[in-house]
C-alpha cells in the first residue's frame, strides 16, 4: 500500500469509531477495531452460564460496536463483505499485538482528555517507530492530547477528524501541533485524499477546529432567530435545507441527528474556550439555551431517544406524521409541546426553487418574506462569522469553505455563496443592519477585487488576506471540476441540454447539464458529433458531468407524449437513434471512458457499458432499472450484459450458459441497482478493467488519464460481430419455467411475468434451435422490437404515467 500504511488499529468501537475501520475497509485497508473488556454480565451472559474470562464477553462491547456498522442504512461499506478487513478485540487481550502491527493507530474513544492521555501513554510503550498516531477527537486541543509524551511520540501524533459517516461526508481535518513533523503531515493528507478519498482542510489547533467551530455559531445564530420572529420547526428546516444547497437534515433535524445533549455540550464547552470571539454570545442565546437545557432535562435527545425538536405521531390509521417542537411555548414557558405538521408556502421559495443554486441564493435574499428574511440572517451572519475567523482558525478562505462543503454536504461555501450575492452588497447591506465584518474584507474591497474567488491565467486564484493579493487555489495535480472547465477549456459545440469540450491533450468531454440528465435528443447530437470527432484527430472521449446524478435514463416524459401522440415511427426512430449514437462509442476508433457517480440508470448506465472503460466514483447507484415501468433496456443494455456477463464463459468447452444467464436476468430483471461503485462491479456492470476512484474530485483526471494510456497503447476498437452468445430455445424454456415459478408463488404480477419473458427471450438471443454466436446488432433488433412491443401495451403505459406523477414503480 502506498504511504506505508497497510494496516492500522482504531481504538474505540462507538458509531465514529466502528464506521472510521468500515470505512478503511472501503479502501482495502485491513484494520483491528478494539474497545474495552466489560466489568459485568448481562443477563443473557449469565443464563447461558458464560464468565468474565470468555472471549465471547470481553469481546461483547466492539463485536457490538462492529455488528451496529455492518448492519446500518445506509451502509458504512461498499460491500459486506469489506467487513472481512475488520479484526475485532479488545484492550487488554489484543493491545498490543494489534498496535505492534500497525502503521497508523486512531484513537475515538470518550471525549475526555484525561482517559485519552492515558491511551497515548499505553500507545508509545509499543507502537511501532514509524506508525502515525492520531486523535479523532471533535474539539479537544490536540497539543493538550499529547501532553506528558515524548518528543519522538508527538512529532508523529496530530488530530485526525472524521465526519460521521465517514464514507458520505468527505471531509478529514487533520490537525498538527506545533511539535508534529510537517513531512508526516503531508504523507497523511496525500495518504487521505488519494486511499480514502477524503477532502482534507488542515487545522489550526483552535478550538473544534474549522467546520464544528462554523457550525456551533450558525446553529445557534438561526435557532436563536427563529424563535424571536415566530418560525417553526418545520419552517426553519424547509427554508434551510436542499433550498440552500444543504441536505434534507436543515437545522432542527440535524440537532436531533446528532444528538441535543451533544450539541448543548459542546456550545458549552466552546464558549469557555473562546473569550476572544467577538460573537460568542449567540452560544447562550437566551431562548436556545432555555429549549436545550429543558430538552437535556427531559431527556428528549433527539434520535436516540426517540424525541428532541420533532416527535414522531402515528394516528389511528397507523400513518406517521413528525410533529415539530412549539419553539415559542417552549422558550417562553418551559414546556414541551408539539404541533402537527404544516404546509408552509412562499411565493418566493415556489419562484426561486427551480434556479441554480447561485442564483436561486440571489432570489431568496432579496425577497421581501418571512423565507427571504430567515434566509438573509443565517447566509449573512455566516457570511461575516467566518470572515472573522480568518485567520484564527483558517488562513484561506478556501480552507473554511470546503471544510462545510465536505463536513456538512453544503453545495457552496460561505465565501463562495457571498461572492454569488455580490461581495460590495452584502457588506452594504450588513453595515446597514449593523453587523460587522472583518476589516480584510473592506481592504480588499477598497484595493479594487470585488470578488474572493477568480481566475487568472487560466488558473483559480483566491483572495489571501495574508498576502493582501490573490493567491493560487492549492490543488492537487488530478483535482479537476467542470467549472475549471467551463471557465477555461474551449468549448467544441453545444445546445441546451449538452456540451462537448476540449479538455487538453486531444481529449474531449462529453457533458450534459440538465436538471435531472434525462437522456433526450438534444443530448445525443452532442454525441453524434463526438462520435464524428472521434473518427477525426481527436485522442479520445470522456463522458463525465458534475450535475446531482450522472444521468437517470431517458426521457420518459417525451416517451409518454409521444405514445399519447400516437407516433410510433418518431419512438422507433428515437431508441433507434440512441442504439446508433451508444454504438457510434463503442465502435470508435479512438477510445471512450465513461465516468459516472451517484446515479447511472437506465441509459445513463448503458451509455457506460457501451464505452471502452469505466470510471466509477465510488458513490455510484448504477442499473438497468426500464422493467421498473414494463419496458426492458432498448440502449444495448441486455446485449452488453449477455455480452459481459455470459459469453466469455461460452468460449471453453461443455459450459452451460445457464448460470450465468441467471445471474444477468436476475439484476436485470428485479431492477438491481448497486449501493456503490465497488457493487457495480459485483453486479457485472464494471470488469476487472474498470477502476473505482476513491476521491471524486479525481473522477475526470483518472477518466483522461486512462484515454490517454488507451490511445497510447494503440488502442483498436473490439469487434462486435459474431461476438455474444445466444444460448437459444433450451435455455429459454428454463427461464421462462422459473418465471411461471415466480408467478405461482405470489411474488410477481401477470404483467410483470409479461414483461419477464420478453426480458429473456432478448438474453436467450430468442428462440434459436441450438446456442451460437451472434452479432451485436442481432440483440440490439431484439431489444428494439421487444421495447416498442412492450411500450405499446397498455398497463406499460400505467406504469410510465404513475413513474411521472409519483417518481415511484407502479406494480400492476
Not at 438497468?624 to 446485449?639: S, Y
Not at 452488453?640 to 445457464?658: K, Q
Request: charge should be negative; glycine fraction near 10%; include cysteine.
Amino acid at each position: 500500500m502506498p504511504y506505508g500504511i497497510n494496516y492500522a488499529t482504531v481504538i474505540g468501537a462507538g458509531t465514529m469509531g466502528a464506521a472510521i475501520a468500515g470505512h478503511l475497509a472501503n479502501a482495502g485497508i485491513p484494520s483491528s477495531l478494539l474497545d474495552i473488556v466489560p466489568n459485568e454480565l448481562t443477563a443473557e451472559e449469565q443464563a447461558a452460564g458464560l464468565t468474565l474470562a470468555d472471549r465471547k464477553v470481553r469481546n461483547r462491547i466492539v463485536q457490538t460496536g462492529y455488528d451496529r456498522m455492518v448492519k446500518a442504512n445506509p451502509s458504512n461499506l461498499f460491500v459486506k463483505s469489506g467487513a472481512g478487513l475488520i479484526s475485532v478485540g479488545n484492550l487488554e487481550d489484543d493491545f498490543d499485538a494489534a498496535i505492534g502491527k500497525s502503521d497508523w493507530i486512531i484513537e475515538v474513544i470518550v471525549e475526555k482528555p484525561g482517559p485519552k492521555q492515558a491511551l497515548m501513554a499505553r500507545i508509545e510503550k509499543v507502537a511501532p517507530a514509524h506508525a502515525v498516531i492520531s486523535s479523532n477527537t471533535s474539539g479537544i486541543p490536540i497539543h493538550i492530547i499529547a501532553e506528558g509524551r515524548t518528543p519522538a511520540f508527538k512529532k508523529r501524533f496530530m488530530g485526525t477528524h472524521f465526519f460521521n459517516p465517514p464514507r458520505y461526508l468527505r471531509l478529514l481535518e487533520i490537525i498538527p501541533t506545533g511539535d508534529t513533523d510537517p513531512q508526516m503531515v503531508n504523507r497523511m493528507k496525500d495518504f487521505a485524499e488519494n486511499i480514502l478519498g477524503k477532502g482534507v482542510v488542515i487545522c489550526k489547533d483552535t478550538p473544534n477546529f474549522v467546520a464544528n467551530r462554523m457550525i456551533s455559531f450558525i446553529q445557534s445564530d438561526v435557532m436563536e432567530f427563529a424563535i424571536e420572529n415566530g418560525y417553526s420547526v418545520e419552517a426553519v428546516d424547509t427554508l434551510t435545507g436542499p433550498l440552500l444547497g444543504r441536505p434534507k437534515t436543515g437545522t432542527f433535524r440535524l440537532n436531533d441527528i446528532v444528538g441535543i445533549d451533544v450539541m448543548a455540550m459542546v456550545g458549552d464547552n466552546l464558549y469557555g474556550l473562546i473569550p476572544d470571539d467577538e460573537d460568542r454570545e449567540i452560544l447562550r442565546g437566551e431562548y436556545g439555551s432555555a429549549i436545550m437545557k429543558a430538552l437535556v432535562a427531559a431527556k428528549m435527545l433527539g434520535s436516540k431517544t426517540g424525541q428532541g425538536f420533532y416527535k414522531t405521531v402515528v394516528d389511528d390509521k397507523g400513518k406517521k406524521a413528525f410533529w415539530g417542537l412549539d419553539l415559542q411555548t417552549a422558550a417562553e414557558d418551559g414546556k414541551l409541546e408539539y404541533v402537527a405538521p404544516k404546509k408552509q408556502r412562499w411565493s418566493s421559495v415556489g419562484d426561486a426553487r427551480n434556479l441554480p443554486i447561485a442564483e436561486r441564493l440571489k432570489a431568496l435574499t432579496e425577497a421581501d418574506d418571512e423565507a427571504g428574511e430567515l434566509i438573509w440572517h443565517t447566509l449573512s451572519r455566516t457570511m461575516a462569522y467566518a470572515s472573522k475567523r480568518i485567520p484564527e482558525i483558517a488562513d484561506t478562505l478556501v480552507d473554511i469553505d470546503n471544510a462545510m462543503k465536505w463536513g456538512f454536504a453544503w453545495e457552496m461555501g460561505p465565501f463562495e455563496t457571498w461572492d454569488a450575492l455580490g461581495v460590495k452588497k452584502v457588506v452594504a447591506r450588513l453595515e446597514a443592519e449593523g453587523v460587522t465584518v472583518a476589516p480584510w474584507v473592506k481592504e480588499m474591497l477598497a484595493s479594487g477585487k470585488d470578488s474572493f474567488y477568480s481566475y487568472a491565467g487560466g488558473k483559480p486564484v483566491v483572495y489571501s488576506p495574508l498576502a493582501k493579493d490573490y493567491v493560487l487555489v492549492e490543488k492537487g495535480p488530478l483535482a479537476v471540476s467542470m467549472g475549471d472547465i467551463r471557465r477555461t477549456r474551449k468549448k467544441f459545440t453545444e445546445n441546451e441540454q449538452a456540451s462537448l469540450w476540449d479538455i487538453g491533450d486531444g481529449v474531449m468531454l462529453l457533458e450534459w447539464h440538465t436538471r435531472v440528465n434525462a437522456i433526450d435528443g438534444p443530448m445525443v447530437e452532442i454525441m453524434q458529433e463526438a462520435a464524428e470527432r472521434l473518427n477525426g484527430n481527436a485522442t479520445g472521449l470522456v463522458i463525465a458531468n458534475d450535475g446531482k446524478n450522472f444521468a437517470v435514463g431517458a426521457n420518459i416524459f417525451a416517451m409518454m407524449l409521444a405514445v399519447q401522440s400516437n407516433m410510433w415511427n418518431e419512438l422507433e426512430f428515437m431508441i433507434k437513434m440512441g442504439q446508433e449514437a451508444f454504438m457510434a462509442f463503442r465502435t470508435a476508433p479512438k477510445p471512450v471512458v465513461a465516468a459516472p457517480h451517484q446515479m447511472a440508470l437506465g441509459g445513463g448506465c448503458e451509455i457506460c457499458l457501451a464505452a471502452d472503460r469505466i470510471v466509477a466514483d465510488p458513490e455510484t447507484y448504477m442499473g438497468l432499472v426500464e422493467v421498473g415501468i414494463g419496458v426492458i433496456p432498448g440502449w444495448g443494455g441486455c446485449k452488453e450484459m449477455v455480452r459481459r456477463r455470459i459469453s466469455p464463459h461460452m468460449n471453453a468447452t461443455n459450459v452451460s450458459p445457464t448460470p450465468y444467464l441467471r445471474q444477468v436476468f436476475e439484476t436485470v430483471g428485479f431492477a438491481k441497482v448497486s449501493t456503490s461503485g465497488a457493487e457495480a462491479r459485483e453486479l457485472g456492470f464494471l470488469t476487472e478493467n474498470d477502476r473505482v476512484v476513491m476521491n471524486s474530485e479525481h473522477r475526470i483526471a483518472e477518466a483522461k488519464n486512462m484515454v490517454m494510456a488507451l490511445a497510447d497503447a494503440g488502442y483498436r476498437p473490439p469487434v462486435t460481430r459474431g461476438n455474444v452468445w445466444a444460448s437459444g430455445r433450451d435455455v429459454l424454456a428454463a427461464v421462462n419455467i422459473e418465471v411461471y415459478s415466480m408467478l405461482q408463488g405470489g411474488y410477481i404480477s401477470e404483467y410483470d411475468a409479461h414483461v419477464a419473458r420478453k426480458l429473456g427471450y432478448i438474453l436467450c438471443g430468442g428462440d434459436l434451435s441450438q446456442g451460437q454466436w451472434m452479432d451485436e446488432q442481432y440483440f440490439l433488433d431484439l431489444e428494439r422490437e421487444a421495447f416498442l412491443s412492450l411500450v405499446g401495451e397498455k398497463k406499460t403505459q400505467d406504469r410510465i404515467q404513475y413513474m411521472l406523477e409519483n417518481n415511484k414503480p407502479l406494480r400492476n
